[in-house]
């Protein structure tokens, strides 16, 4: 019988430690995923029933309520990749991938001690946290892909937001103590001139700051040429 793949997805952020008042920051860099992944790999894959890590973006179950939906609805069952999307504030976190959802009620009746329930967050060895902002530079997207949930709201419409607009919001948001920026758009190269003049502006304002985006891969290879330029930024 094939087996069914559920994904549980472990943040590395704090955000049910009411001690920790960067909560709201829930961005990470894509180094800062991949050490801790590399990190937590061998704990996480030798609990029963885990599958595989991997490092993307917190995966919402599609019928929980949208920010300031009412009434707000949170589902609490099995999540599985047939049951779950990636939303435009979804943050960086660790994935982990399970051969089948058990509630934790029923974890003694299924075999699993609790030393395999897998952890809410995952927390860095030299205790260090980077403040994250985030902000867009264009809202929508020019794609129809029929899978995703920014389509429906905006029809294959895309625009971007005027330059100065996103450097004030960023320029707020590091003043405040952001030392990171994640750029929300569903695709940063929807718009690639506008998306370089950004980053090049943040760089020359805010040289130590840095940034990710989400790219669609057709777009990475298109523009390939203007990967230095992030990289260069960034
Ligand atoms: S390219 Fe990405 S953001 Fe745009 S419609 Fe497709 S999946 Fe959605």
Redesign the pocket.
């Known amino acids: 019988m094939a087996k069914v793949v559920h994904t549980h997805a472990a943040s590395l952020n704090q955000q049910n430690n009411p001690l920790n008042p960067l909560t709201d920051f829930h961005s990470l860099s894509l180094r800062d995923l991949l050490e801790a992944r590399d990190l937590y790999h061998l704990h996480l894959t030798e609990r029963k029933g885990v599958l595989a890590t991997a490092v993307g973006r917190y995966l919402i179950r599609q019928k929980d309520s949208w920010p300031n939906q009412r009434p707000v609805v949170k589902h609490s069952g099995p999540k599985t990749l047939s049951n779950v999307h990636i939303r435009p504030y979804s943050w960086p976190c660790v994935l982990v991938f399970v051969e089948k959802w058990v509630s934790e009620h029923e974890l003694k009746r299924s075999g699993y001690k609790a030393t395999d329930v897998l952890p809410n967050a995952l927390h860095m060895p030299d205790g260090t946290q980077r403040v994250a902002g985030s902000t867009e530079a264009s809202r929508g997207?020019?794609?129809?892909?029929r899978?995703?949930p920014?389509?429906p709201v905006y029809g294959g419409a895309f625009r971007v937001v005027p330059l100065d607009v996103v450097m004030a919001d960023i320029g707020a948001q590091v003043s405040a103590g952001a030392e990171h920026i994640t750029f929300g758009d569903?695709?940063f190269f929807n718009g690639p001139t506008h998306a370089m003049r950004i980053v090049e502006r943040l760089h020359a304002a805010h040289p130590t700051v840095s940034y990710d985006v989400t790219i669609?891969v057709e777009h990475l290879l298109r523009h390939r040429d203007l990967l230095p330029g992030l990289a260069a930024t960034g």
Do not use: A, G, Y
């Open positions: 997207c020019k794609h129809l892909c899978h995703c920014i389509v569903p695709d669609k």
